[in-house]
């Protein structure tokens, strides 16, 4: 289970990566929208991805066709592939991080969303799924990637140290499989 779970979270890794490389491209801040960059993961996507934790507007991926809305923060699972499988799964934010100074003026914590001013910007965006099959029963598997280096803490497994980690590398912060 543990080898199925770990494949499935390469989705969530080449996305994120995808999602990163879109932003960072941009000259000055962009919308909020997840879309700015062009960023649209494949159909059958187990993750949902977040640019704001709470998804005030997300694509809708339940029928043959999905529905994209231009205020998209977020993108919802493919529930047409996996149809128990909630729109977009609650993201367990990364515990306690410190980020370096440039994203720290601009403000960024630890909720998903873009932060600062036109010229001077950062980002952190989260995905969360079900990779272990428990659908309900647990919490969900998930990992951040950010535009700034940081110190950060995963919530679960809880090592008590933060880690380092780069602008652009995923960091799973609860582990879906070894939590629950």
């Not at 199925?4 to 990566?17: D, G, I, M, P, V």
């Not at 709470?54 to 149809?83: A, L, M, Y």
């Not at 309900?136 to 535009?147: E, L, P, R, V, Y």
């Not at 940081?150 to 912060?173: D, L, R, S, W």
């Amino acid at each position: 289970m543990r080898f199925q779970a770990r494949a499935r979270q390469s989705e969530a890794n080449t996305n994120l990566k995808s999602l990163f490389t879109g932003l960072r491209t941009q000259q000055r801040m962009p919308s909020s929208t997840i879309r700015s960059t062009g960023f649209s993961p494949e159909r059958g996507n187990r993750y949902s991805y977040h640019l704001e934790n709470g998804c005030s507007s997300s694509e809708d991926r339940s029928g043959i066709n999905s529905q994209q809305h231009n205020t998209d923060t977020c993108v919802g699972t493919d529930q047409f592939k996996f149809t128990s499988f909630p729109p977009f799964f609650t993201v367990e934010p990364v515990a306690s991080p410190t980020w370096n100074a440039n994203a720290s003026r601009n403000g960024m914590a630890d909720a998903a969303g873009i932060y600062g001013a036109e010229e001077s910007w950062d980002f952190l965006a989260y995905a969360a799924g079900d990779v272990d099959n428990t659908l309900g029963s647990d919490k969900a598997d998930t990992w951040m990637i950010s535009s700034s280096d940081g110190q950060v803490q995963a919530t679960c497994p809880a090592t008590g140290v933060p880690q380092n980690v780069a602008a652009g590398e995923p960091f799973n912060t609860y582990n879906d499989v070894n939590c629950d």
